[in-house]
Each structure stands twice: as structure tokens, then as C-alpha cells.
């Protein structure tokens, strides 16, 4: 009997927690914009301590990528698995922004790149998740491949209600220009740009400004990456302590016709794991200014 009654009180628990955290995101899609943070910062430890970081910081949304176990979505999860990353967001009150992947093998062939791709878009439509993050093709003899399954899937991702995205990154696509020509090369209307200053600064070598370069991209952003820099070549860093002006890029955004929708931070400095969610407070509150202003 003890153990009946501890069972029907842990998925009474259960139950009230999904609720509540079902009411809360309810609550924060209605805002104009959507703040979150990725699990990259919590890279060495488990998905479900990121979740319980990012939430206690005060975001309602995650973004996914790595845990200490690797990718947490990929083309090779199961949709069990996939269930269980997305009910344990809920738990917390956190609803799943966007997802990065990884690799869906374009490099074997289209066939292969579009059934990965397909997997992918799969996996992140039951996360309830609106965004499949792409980095772009690594080498020149995949990225014909890359794209022409990125084309195939556009209205498979839209059929699922997700959509998909490529930012700033090496080696071929690590502007806003170069973003823009890959979209419009695309013409797909869900394949779109979120654009991370943290990356123009990045890739190059401090060079290039991301308040400039935002205007390359007018038209075609559905998402912002905060993610700051600082030479020679760091992102590892909380938000607001390296030289990005994000006050300016998102105001070139905005002139450019993004004036609501995601922001999801994506790296913090370094530590262990009181530090990253101490740090994942401060990022918090930097992004709540930066929208206040």
C-alpha cells in the first residue's frame, strides 16, 4: 500500500507540475518577445540540470543542443526519447525554443541528407518546438547536397509547424550577407535567419561589426541569438560583459522588420554548475534591460 501511495503522489506531482508550466508559457507566448537560453552553457552535466538552471534564472524557454552526453536531440533519437526531453521541460515551465541537431548526413547523398533532415524536423515538432537550428555545410562537396535537402524539407518542416533556420557560422556562411545568399538561393519562406553577432565578430577575428552587418539581412530574420565577443576569439561569455553592442544590432533588426520573436542566449562564462546558473541569472536580467530600453 505504501508504495501504491507513493506512486499515485508522484504522478499526482507530475501532473500539477506539467500544468503549471503549460499555464506559465501560455502566459509568456503572448509577449512580443520570447527569451531564452540554450544548454550549451551546461555542456558537462546533464540536460535536466541545464533545464533546472535556465529556469530558475527566470527564462521561459530553452534552446537545445548539447548536455554532457552529447547532442540531446538528434536525427537518431527516438520520439520516446524526444518525449521525454520535451516533458521535462514542461516540468519546469519551460518550453523548447529552438533545437540544433547536428549533422543529417547530406554528405552520403540528398536522399540521405533529406531523411535526416526529416528526422530532425520529426524530433523537433514533438518538442513543440517552432525552430530547427542549421550551422550551414562544413565542406564544399556537401554543400550542394546540404541545401538541395534543406529545399526538400522546407514544406515538410512547414507541414509540421516548424521552422527551419541557418545564423552566422564557418566556414561558408559566417555573415549576413552570406546568410541572405543561401535563403534567397533556398526561396523558401521557412528557411530563414537568426542571426548571432557573437559569430560575426567571431569569424572575423573582431573585424567585421555586427551592428553594420545587420543590415545585410533585412527582410529575413525570425530569431536573435544573444551571444557576445571578445578578442582575440571568445564567445565564452556571459552577455553584455564583451564588446557587442546589442542595443544597436537589435535595433538594426528591428528597422529591418524583426520587431518580435525569439532571443535566446546561447553562451555564458565558464565554471562549475552554481557559477553557470549564477551567471545565467545575470544574462537574464541583461536581456529583460536590453528589452526595457
Not at 1 to 13: D, G, K, L
Request: net charge positive.
Amino acid at each position: 500500500m505504501q508504495n501504491n501511495s507513493i506512486t499515485r503522489r508522484h504522478f499526482f506531482e507530475k501532473t500539477v507540475l506539467a500544468a503549471s508550466g503549460i499555464a506559465m508559457l501560455s502566459a509568456a507566448r503572448k509577449s512580443q518577445w520570447q527569451t531564452g537560453c540554450f544548454t550549451r552553457p551546461w555542456a558537462q552535466f546533464d540536460y535536466r540540470e541545464a533545464f533546472d538552471g535556465i529556469s530558475a534564472a527566470g527564462f521561459r524557454y530553452a534552446g537545445l543542443m548539447s548536455s554532457k552526453t552529447g547532442i540531446i536531440i538528434s536525427k537518431d533519437t527516438t520520439p520516446e526519447q524526444a518525449r521525454k526531453v520535451y516533458d521535462e521541460a514542461i516540468s519546469r515551465g519551460l518550453g523548447i525554443l529552438s533545437v540544433y541537431g547536428g549533422n543529417f548526413d547530406a554528405g552520403k547523398s540528398v536522399q540521405e541528407g533529406i531523411s535526416g533532415l526529416k528526422k530532425l524536423i520529426d524530433n523537433t515538432a514533438i518538442c513543440d518546438c517552432p525552430n530547427l537550428l542549421l550551422l550551414g555545410a562544413e565542406t564544399r562537396e556537401v554543400e550542394d547536397n546540404y541545401y538541395k535537402a534543406v529545399s526538400e524539407c522546407c514544406d515538410y518542416a512547414l507541414s509540421k509547424k516548424v521552422s527551419l533556420g541557418i545564423k552566422p557560422h564557418g566556414p561558408f556562411n559566417p555573415t549576413g550577407s552570406d546568410c541572405r545568399k543561401l535563403v534567397e538561393k533556398t526561396g523558401y519562406r521557412n528557411f530563414r535567419i537568426w542571426y548571432d553577432p557573437g559569430n560575426i565578430y567571431y569569424y572575423s577575428d573582431g573585424n567585421l561589426n555586427p551592428v553594420t552587418d545587420s543590415a545585410t539581412v533585412d527582410g529575413l530574420v525570425a530569431g536573435m541569438i544573444i551571444k557576445d565577443f571578445r578578442m582575440p576569439k571568445d564567445v565564452d561569455l556571459t552577455p553584455g560583459t564583451g564588446i557587442v553592442d546589442f542595443r544597436g544590432v537589435l535595433t538594426g533588426l528591428k528597422k529591418g522588420g524583426f520587431s518580435k520573436g525569439p532571443l535566446i542566449v546561447e553562451c555564458l562564462a565558464k565554471g562549475d554548475l552554481q557559477f553557470v546558473n549564477s551567471e545565467a541569472k545575470k544574462a537574464y536580467e541583461f536581456v529583460s534591460r536590453l528589452l526595457a530600453e
